[in-house]
Nanobody, 120 residues
Framework: EVQLVESGGGLVQAGGSLRLSCAYSGIPFDDYAIGWFRQAPGKEREGVGCISRGSSKTYYASSLKGRFTITSDNAKNTVYLQMNSLKPEDTAVYYC?????????????WGQGTQVTVSS
């Protein structure tokens, strides 16, 4: 059974940082890319970034590049999303998802999401 579990969300002041974790099981990391997405209230889900199979490449939404960083710890079966210089508009539910490739319209497996709230 494939499982992805996000954690690390919470309330932070503008300008602060958070690190989200995505613990995955049931999938070999070398065969799957892990993407991060977010959905704010009343808005469509948007891609944040992705780390490709085997951690060979990372991709980011252009508007977030420089503030957000995706890394992986294969020994812990965990992918991280480091978020710095947070803004109130970063408030959303953040999801991780797995698929064979980063740049695809749909991902096969999804976590349940973790709430990030940035106060002004």
């Amino acid at each position: 059974e494939v499982q992805l579990v996000e954690s690390g969300g919470g309330l932070v002041q503008a300008g602060g940082s958070l690190r989200l974790s995505c613990a995955y099981s049931g999938i070999p990391f070398d065969d799957y890319a892990i993407g991060w997405f977010r959905q704010a209230p009343g808005k469509e889900r948007e891609g944040v970034g992705c780390i490709s199979r085997g951690s060979s490449k990372t991709y980011y939404a252009s508007s977030l590049k420089g503030r957000f960083t995706i890394t992986s710890d294969n020994a812990k079966n965990t992918v991280y999303l480091q978020m710095n210089s947070l803004k109130p508009e970063d408030t959303a539910v953040y999801y991780c998802a797995a698929d064979a490739h980063c740049l695809v319209p749909y991902y096969d497996y999804w976590g349940q999401g973790t709430q990030v709230t940035v106060s002004s």
